[in-house]
């Protein structure tokens, strides 16, 4: 099973923005608005930031964003703190009723 | 706020199943699909497939299908993935993940996690 394709790092320093990308194909990115974005801190289990492309949790704060253009989504978060420094992970729905993650992306504070 | 509670640590041999459970707390108004993720070591996420609430329709990914079995006998009981003709390359944190508003909503609340070994 193919994953989506991230950025295996990023990093920022704290009071920036970063973005990080996930690219998929029209099978899947592409062809729906089910893109999720999953904070996985250490040694915990992941937590949704983003859903439906652009949609935030109850309780997730608005330095989260998400978008997409065409195959391709992005996660931003502005403003960096320290708590931010996890890994990120994507993921979509798909053309055969399946669901895909992306690699992972780890995102580095300085 | 439904909570997902998954079954604790198991150590399995090279071609045994292993069964994991996650049961569904809190609000049973809200009653999620289920999703099951599992995480080797020092790597990313990979979905194996979704339940619905009632337990009458699974959907596996491909790579496990044959192997892989999802089940809930009843609307109250727990929710069970059970792998079978374990290798080592199962070795890995299983986790269930629930979502109230297929396929909208996104993987909502997770599962503490299951660490499976495969050890000979």
């Known amino acids: 099973q193919s994953t989506l394709t991230q950025p295996a790092s990023v990093s920022g320093s704290l009071g920036q923005s970063i973005t990080i990308s996930c690219t998929g194909t029209?099978?899947?990115?592409?062809?729906?608005?089910?893109v999720s974005w999953f904070q996985q801190r250490a040694g915990e289990a992941p937590k949704l930031v983003i859903f439906?492309?652009?949609a935030r949790p109850s309780g997730i704060s608005n330095r989260f964003s998400g978008s997409k253009s065409g195959n391709t989504a992005s996660l931003t978060i502005s403003g960096l703190q320290g708590e931010d420094e996890a890994d990120y992970y994507c993921s979509s729905y798909t053309s055969t009723s399946n669901w895909v993650f992306g690699g992972g992306t780890k995102l580095t504070v300085l | 706020q439904v909570q997902l509670v998954q079954s604790g640590t198991e150590v399995k041999r090279p071609g045994a199943s292993v069964k994991v459970s996650c049961k569904t707390s809190g609000n049973t108004l809200t009653k999620p699909y289920i999703h099951w993720v599992r995480q080797a070591p020092g790597q990313g996420l990979e979905w194996m497939g979704i339940?619905?609430?009632?337990?009458?329709?699974?959907l596996y990914a491909e790579q496990f299908k044959g192997r892989l079995t999802m089940t809930r006998d009843t609307s109250t009981s727990p929710f069970i993935m059970e792998l079978s003709s374990l290798r080592s390359e199962d070795t890995a944190v299983y986790y269930c993940a629930g979502q109230s508003d297929y396929p909208k909503g996104g993987f909502e609340i997770w599962g503490q996690g299951t660490a499976v070994t495969v050890s000979s």
């Open positions: 029209s099978a899947d990115v592409g062809g729906y608005n089910f």
């Open positions: 339940i619905n609430p009632s337990g009458s329709s699974t």
């Open positions: 439906e492309v652009d």
